[in-house]
């Protein structure tokens, strides 16, 4: 079995390195990075991912925050070689937490240049109760993208429509979502399992970045998931 990580909105992949520490299946996992210097949409990324996948073996898509709705629409696909899901604190139908449809007409590249990331993020992933390592992990994987790709990246997820997708889904999923997220609302995870009722909901006590503030405990989660589909 493959493992395919899918990244949140840095797109590095760079962000999967607290669970990649901790991974002991002898097969290593696809990381998946999008391109950091031009804008592609979410269909544009779904070629894109689609191209990466394998089609000899069969594999598991684990996707963080931005990439949500990318893994339902292939899911609804129904590739031959999928067997699950691992979707962590993400959505598939426009997220509203503190970043609302009000907010739109404010999000530009200036949002995501050097000297805001520094401070700005700092300050707020501070405040969500991350640690020094986890703040300057996330900090460094945002300023590795041009900030009009990000804002891009921002504006579109704030639109998306991926509900149908999900329902359409044939194959077993887990959802990982985080009970102190201030980045999504909570209807995030409670459509995800309204589009799906067999998606199976776990919370976990961290903030929006679950996989880098709790990587054991979302990979002993995945593990069980991946036990669950051999039964």
């Not at 990324?45 to 394998?54: A, C, E, R």
């Not at 200036?110 to 703040?135: C, D, H, M, P, S």
Request: glycine share 6%; charged share 20%.
């Amino acid at each position: 079995m493959r493992f395919v990580f899918l990244p949140g909105m840095d797109g590095t992949g760079f962000l999967f390195e607290p669970i990649l520490r901790l991974w002991t299946e002898s097969t290593p996992p696809i990381v998946v990075s999008y391109p950091s210097d031009r804008v592609l949409g979410y269909e544009q990324l779904q070629s894109y991912v689609v191209s990466l996948l394998p089609v000899t073996e069969p594999y598991i898509l684990i996707a963080e925050s931005y990439s949500g709705p990318i893994v339902a629409r292939i899911a609804a696909t129904q590739p031959p070689m999928l067997r699950g899901l691992v979707l962590s604190a993400t959505f598939v139908r426009k997220p509203r937490g503190w970043i609302g449809d009000w907010s739109r007409m404010l999000i530009g590249s200036y949002l995501f240049r050097q000297t805001w990331t520094q401070v700005i993020a700092k300050a707020i992933l501070g405040w969500q109760g991350l640690n020094e390592e986890q703040i300057k992990l996330i900090v460094g994987a945002l300023e590795h993208v041009r900030p009009r790709v990000l804002a891009a990246r921002l504006k579109e997820a704030l639109d998306v429509e991926a509900f149908e997708d999900l329902r359409n889904c044939r194959v077993p999923v887990l959802c990982l979502y985080a009970e102190r997220d201030l980045v999504l609302a909570d209807r995030c995870h409670e459509l995800i399992g309204q589009a799906n009722p067999r998606v199976k909901l776990v919370g976990l006590d961290t903030p929006h970045f679950l996989l880098q503030a709790k990587p054991a405990e979302a990979l002993h989660e995945i593990q069980a998931f991946v036990r669950s589909l051999a039964q």
